[in-house]
């Protein structure tokens, strides 16, 4: 599939962008594209808005904006208390109303989120077109460097037929920062890493595969619904490059539905890697979200980007009980 990005001040291509503070996130619903807007003032507001509903096509934005961070980007986070509370907005620029679902990860594990002094697994938004909604959130943090990720899905309990591709572009976001506690950036140390090998069948596809054997043809083994009584195991297919940590995560329309797995490569390509379906505990409508290089840091001193931290997600496959 085509993708494309239109450049303000910085771009960062993949299948998922994070936002920065003052900037909208959207991803094109035809053409996975992605637009970021750096620091959007507010004498600014109208004319960004004109230009977006003139310019790309129906889409959503994420943005978040926390007073701690450490540098212009706004991607690394102090906490002085233990919390994260940072102020969230979701645009809307489709043409009818549209209903969002937050999440909160912490270090790969679902967080509740605190929203009107009230703690949920998950917040739902519903926004008018073309409208915006803010919300102040609060989450708890652990002791260490905090891998904090904020999904957003469109139309959340959205079930795919079976023969469906529900893409992310779109339909989700997801957002990612590295929050530091009491001004220390102790290492977060992950569960060991599974070495995998690069599958030499098929070429790299550039997006997450699902199969129920160890594929050879990317395009014709492709599987959209899984029974997990009827299934024992299954595959799951990622870009990979060498030597770059990577976890990844299933999850449903309610939230994390597994343990993380952590895997490294010493090759370029695509790696198989076969899940155990008693793993799992996912329902319809579920996706894979992949991170490289996670529990470190995003940005180095001088407040620049590390490469390498874009965040993958896969289409909505069917899990039948």
Do not use: W
């Not at 620091?39 to 003139?54: G, I, M, Q, R, Y």
């Not at 979701?90 to 929203?115: G, M």
């Not at 909604?133 to 990720?149: F, T």
């Amino acid at each position: 599939m085509e993708k494309k990005s239109i450049l303000f001040k910085s771009v960062l291509c993949a299948f998922i962008l994070f936002s920065c503070i003052g900037a909208i996130q959207l991803l094109d619903k035809n053409t996975e594209s992605t637009t970021k807007l750096n620091k959007v003032t507010d004498n600014k507001e109208k004319d960004v808005k004109a230009f977006l509903e003139e310019n790309v096509d129906e889409s959503f934005g994420f943005g978040i904006k926390e007073k701690d961070a450490l540098t212009p980007l706004n991607i690394t986070y102090r906490s002085r208390n233990g919390h994260f509370s940072p102020v969230v907005t979701l645009t809307n620029l489709y043409k009818n109303k549209q209903t969002y679902r937050i999440f909160a990860l912490v270090n790969f594990e679902q967080e509740f989120i605190k929203s009107n002094n009230t703690k949920k697994k998950f917040i739902d938004v519903t926004v008018d077109p073309s409208k915006e909604e803010s919300l102040d959130l609060q989450i708890d943090l652990k002791n260490n460097s905090n891998e904090v990720i904020f999904l957003v899905l469109r139309d959340p309990d959205y079930i795919p037929k079976d023969t469906e591709s529900f893409g992310a572009g779109g339909n989700a976001i997801a957002y990612r920062a590295l929050v530091e506690v009491d001004n220390k950036l102790n290492p977060y140390k992950a569960k060991a890493e599974s070495i995998v090998t690069v599958n030499s069948k098929i070429k790299e596809a550039g997006f997450i595969l699902f199969s129920n054997k160890y594929p050879t043809d990317f395009v014709k083994e492709q599987k959209r619904k899984f029974n997990l009584h009827t299934v024992s195991s299954f595959f799951v297919s990622l870009p990979v490059q060498a030597n770059t940590s990577n976890g990844f995560i299933f999850l449903d329309s309610k939230g994390v539905c597994s343990n993380p797995y952590f895997y490294k490569s010493k090759e370029d390509g695509m790696a198989s890697m076969k899940i155990e379906s008693k793993e799992l505990t996912c329902s319809k409508g579920s996706m894979v979200l992949n991170v490289p290089n996670p529990f470190k840091e995003i940005e180095n001193n001088d407040g620049q980007l590390i490469d390498g931290m874009n965040i993958a997600l896969s289409d909505r496959i069917n899990f039948k009980d």
